[in-house]
């Protein structure tokens, strides 16, 4: 298995959009369940969203309606898009992969903790004005 890479964080106004990009390959893991998760400082990581084998995404409540998840099997790319940001979306963004099987309970948007699946190194995200 190879461990996902992040891009395309950075900094940007208010009202503001970014669009991260994680390359990984599903193929290559056992579950094809992928997601975002986000770790601002002082704070524990959590979940922003996730997208199952039936590419089906769950979105957490503090992102759902400004944030979109896709992934194009294809190019390999989970890409995440963020619209409407604000100050309260600052955080470290990490890509994870191979979280389990949905059928089995996993595949949730809550941070399952760094002992499943892979994770990348993050990807920065500051919202100032």
């Known amino acids: 298995q190879v461990q996902p890479v992040e891009s395309g964080g950075g900094s940007v106004q208010p009202g503001g959009s970014l669009k991260l990009s994680c390359a990984v390959d599903?193929?290559?893991?056992?579950?094809?369940?992928m997601g975002w998760f986000r770790q601002a400082p002082g704070k524990e990581r959590e979940g922003v969203a996730v997208?199952?084998?039936?590419?089906?995404?769950t979105y957490s409540d503090s992102v759902k309606g400004r944030f979109t998840l896709s992934i194009d099997n294809a190019k390999k790319t989970l890409s995440l898009q963020m619209n409407a940001l604000n100050p309260n979306d600052t955080a470290m963004y990490y890509c994870?992969?191979?979280?389990?099987?949905?059928?089995?309970?996993?595949?949730?948007?809550?941070?399952?903790?760094?002992?499943?699946?892979?994770w990348g190194q993050g990807t920065q995200v500051t919202v100032s004005s």
């Open positions: 599903r193929s290559t893991y056992s579950s094809d369940c």
């Open positions: 997208i199952d084998d039936s590419a089906v995404a």
């Open positions: 994870a992969a191979d979280l389990g099987p949905a059928w089995l309970g996993f595949c949730k948007v809550q941070y399952p903790g760094r002992q499943i699946g892979y």
